[in-house]
């Protein structure tokens, strides 16, 4: 009996293999588009909490290089940078508004998994749904910030964690170039600026090519 369903799961895991065997290639891209923070709640050295928002709309950039294995996964090194702005400071019922430029930049390694990635398949069908998700790390830059005359934090960058939850689909504009449409919730522990704790979170929403060389 035991041998039975071995050899029958052995079958099954061969097939879906077989299923999905598809062409591997290496591959390079870039993508832009915008991203929508979350407010955060920060927490300065004598431990006192208020509530940061930031910005509404801010910029994300990424080039990235990558290998697609034959089973459809797909792993890539990313470079990115995030641009967006302090919006709002809220304490004990009072909120001002702050102005603080936020970069953040770093590095990100990441794995897919595309559903349609063979070149034939694609024929058939226009686009190739994807998920992912990526680790590494981020360097966060924000510049000197008051309310009220009453400095929050000074000039300070913290390298930080972080990781991204990611869904796209990519679509077939010849056979060595894919138009890819994604989306990706990037996070990071607490950044400490000036003794000043804060999270970081956003949604982005992006529009780039992959090209392979097939």
């Not at 290496?26 to 927490?43: H, K, P, R, V, W």
């Not at 890819?180 to 000036?194: E, M």
Request: aromatic letters at 14%; charged letters at 15%.
């Amino acid at each position: 009996m035991i041998k039975t369903v071995f050899i029958m799961l052995s079958v099954f895991v061969f097939s879906i293999t077989y299923a999905n065997a598809g062409q591997s290639g290496d591959y390079i891209g870039a993508s832009s588009g915008i991203l929508f923070t979350e407010a955060s709640t920060i927490t300065d050295r004598n431990g006192s909490t208020a509530n940061l928002a930031y910005s509404n709309i801010g910029i994300p950039v990424s080039a990235f290089i990558g290998h697609q294995f034959g089973i459809g996964v797909r792993v890539e090194e990313e470079a990115f940078y995030k641009k967006f702005t302090t919006h709002g400071f809220s304490y004990s019922g009072s909120t001002s508004q702050i102005d603080s430029n936020v970069f953040c930049f770093g590095a990100m390694s990441n794995l897919y998994y595309d559903w349609y990635h063979d070149v034939k398949v694609l024929e058939e069908f226009p686009i190739s749904p994807y998920v992912g998700l990526g680790v590494g790390l981020a360097s966060v830059n924000m510049s000197e910030s008051s309310v009220n005359g009453l400095k929050l934090w000074s000039n300070g960058n913290d390298t930080i964690f972080t990781y991204q939850l990611i869904i796209g689909s990519g679509i077939p504009i010849s056979k060595d170039i894919l138009l890819d449409v994604s989306y990706r919730h990037f996070a990071t522990k607490y950044i400490t600026i000036d003794q000043t704790k804060a999270s970081l979170s956003n949604q982005n929403f992006l529009l780039g090519v992959r090209y392979f060389f097939r």
